[in-house]
């Protein structure tokens, strides 16, 4: 393994990066020096790619590269079924194939620069660099990148691989070009805010400290949160969506103190009716008669134990008691068993 690169908070990802894996391939060849000819065909995007890839803009960029040719290489890697993963240059690639369909062969291959094998983590971590440095991210792009960032070079640390001093959030920070703080505010809000809120965020409508201060909300006073401001979040503060956290807080102690006397009223309807003399003679009643069948159950275990020793006069004596016992008992007013 390669010696441990340690990383300042100001240092380069893809530098560093690239300073560990190694020089890229790039032999020479007729696309120029540094760079090799690979046929749109054999060219893949990255599967983690996020970044947005507006029409109006590749069109935009297809007409500048017909006119001054292509100035930054998309920059692959070389998988073992021997098609190319790109790391950087998606829309460059999205644009070359919007010019081979304009113009045919001339634009059918692209150059490209060709590094050598890198992981997963490393060629996402080189595509979000290198996206750092050629455009401005949109609200969403900046949450994801905020987060897949700490994400990645966590990863890198734990492995070993790099050596990152201070804080992450601030390494991070300066690779964005914003603060840590800024940094932990993105990422809660990518983690910590419902998808309908987040598309305020994205779309502009919704303010970063807005949208961080909502992420303290649970995920029920965040929809009622979102219900109250479509339509009305480009004008919601900070002090508003405190005042909205109490009162959705209010509303919610009290619907829970309402459901509590709920429910104490109906436990203590419960007692009162459970204390009424007749019922209270019920369950008397069903206790001896619980205690009448355990008894009764013992005699007939005897019984049935011992029938061979008992003389038939017992059992027969045994049998009219019980039957004189049952028929002193009144089902109904004024009725006996002995009477039915």
């Not at 750092?132 to 691989?161: D, F």
């Not at 840590?180 to 505010?185: F, I, M, P, Y």
């Not at 919610?252 to 006397?261: A, F, T």
């Not at 029938?307 to 059992?315: G, K, M, S, T």
Request: include cysteine; charged fraction near 30%; hydrophobic fraction near 40%.
């Amino acid at each position: 393994m390669s010696k441990n690169r340690k990383f300042q908070p100001n240092a380069d990802i893809m530098g560093a990066i690239r300073t560990r894996i190694g020089e890229a391939e790039n032999p020479l060849s007729e696309a120029g020096e540094g760079t090799v000819l690979i046929p749109l065909s054999h060219l893949k995007g990255n599967a983690h790619n996020f970044f947005s890839m507006d029409e109006e803009g590749l069109l935009d960029l297809a007409e500048d590269i017909e006119r001054n040719g292509l100035i930054h290489s998309p920059v692959v890697y070389k998988e073992s079924n021997g098609e190319y993963t790109i790391v950087s240059g998606h829309r460059r690639v999205r644009a070359y194939a919007l010019l081979a369909e304009k113009f045919g062969d001339r634009y059918t291959s692209v150059p490209c620069a060709v590094h050598a094998a890198v992981s997963d983590a490393e060629a996402e971590l080189l595509m979000i660099s290198a996206n750092l440095q050629t455009r401005v991210l949109t609200n969403e792009e900046r949450r994801i990148a905020a987060t897949r960032l700490m994400e990645l070079i966590e990863i890198q640390r734990a492995s070993g691989m790099v050596v990152v001093e201070g804080r992450l959030r601030d390494f991070v920070g300066a690779q964005m070009g914003i603060s840590g703080a800024t940094v932990e505010k993105l990422m809660r809000i990518d983690r910590k805010l419902i998808a309908p809120l987040q598309r305020l965020y994205d779309e502009g409508s919704l303010a970063l400290s807005s949208a961080f201060d909502a992420t303290a909300l649970t995920e029920e006073q965040q929809q009622a949160l979102y219900e109250m401001l479509i339509g009305h979040a480009e004008a919601v503060t900070r002090d508003q969506i405190a005042v909205l956290r109490d009162e959705l807080s209010r509303r919610e102690r009290s619907q829970n103190m309402e459901i509590n006397k709920k429910d104490k009223d109906r436990g203590n309807k419960a007692r009162e009716s459970a204390s009424t003399p007749e019922v209270l003679l019920g369950a008397q009643l069903e206790a001896l008669l619980k205690t009448a069948e355990r008894r009764v159950d013992v005699l007939c275990t005897f019984i049935e134990k011992h029938r061979q020793e008992l003389p038939v006069e017992a059992l027969n004596a045994v049998g009219m008691r019980l039957r004189v016992l049952s028929g002193a008992i009144p089902i109904a007013a004024g009725d006996s068993m002995s009477e039915a």
